[in-house]
């Protein structure tokens, strides 16, 4: 659950002192090494945020533990997780935008380099995932998206895919490009998952979740995304 508590003080942009304090008490004596790679990922967002704010070298200090224990379980692939029976692209994303983030701070290049490594295996993920599935869908609550069940390939179809994993990977590509200032395929494919999550999303503001003709709960409408 501390990923979650991270994203939460993340998220609420300005720190109080309750908020300061909480992280301190995170922060003391935490042995980073023992978290997975995602929980890692939002450990050195939140420290690498926190550090743009205060400028505590004690921070950046934490926050670059947890970078090179990202780069550590990076695979020669790109792919950013070493834990079995999780979804990569999750992982991935967050992985890159904290990579992208540090090498804007520290202006290290190993971070660049990890950073786009894993960019090339997100856009490696995104052309399989076209090829792996089909476009078409045969339930017909893909109607209710914008797109109206016209569907430009399987990213868009949500029998096949999800929109949460869209956005980690939208969000790690994108903070390449405005982190790091390489555009080209990897702003390109930013866009491509920017405008699928717009054509799916449906017409309360909300999204299903996804992968929903292997899991028919998924359905079930969620606002997080």
């Known amino acids: 659950m501390r990923e979650f508590l991270i994203i ?10 309750e908020a300061e304090t909480t992280y301190e008490k995170y ?21 690498l945020y926190l550090y743009k704010e205060d400028c505590d070298p004690n921070i950046l200090k934490k926050g670059e533990e947890c970078l090179n224990l990202i780069i550590e379980k990076q695979k020669e692939n790109g792919e950013i997780t ?10 991935t994303g967050v992985g890159v935008w904290a990579l992208s983030l ?31 599935y089909p476009i078409d869908c045969p339930d017909e609550r893909n109607r209710n998206a914008r797109h109206e069940g016209n569907m430009r390939n399987s990213l868009e179809n949500y029998c096949y895919s999800c929109p949460n994993d869209w956005g980690l990977i939208c969000a790690g590509l994108g903070n390449i490009v405005y982190y790091t200032g390489k555009r080209g395929k990897y702003y390109d494919y930013a866009v491509l998952l920017g405008e699928t999550l717009y054509r799916m999303q449906l017409r309360n503001g909300a999204w299903y979740d ?14 997080h995304y």
Do not use: M
């Open 8 to 17: 939460f003080i993340l998220l609420t942009g300005t720190l109080n002192l």
């Open 82 to 91: 070493n834990e079995p029976n999780v979804n990569p692209k999750l992982y």
């Open 27 to 47: 922060l003391k004596d935490h042995n980073f090494s023992q978290d997975n790679t995602i929980t890692l990922s939002y450990e050195a967002l939140f420290l």
């Open 102 to 132: 540090g090498y804007s701070i520290t202006g290290k290049e190993k971070y660049r380099d990890h950073a786009l490594k894993g960019g090339d295996f997100l856009i490696e993920e995104i052309e399989r995932w076209k090829k792996a």
């Open 210 to 223: 996804g992968y929903a003709l292997k899991i028919p709960t998924r359905w079930d409408i969620s606002c």
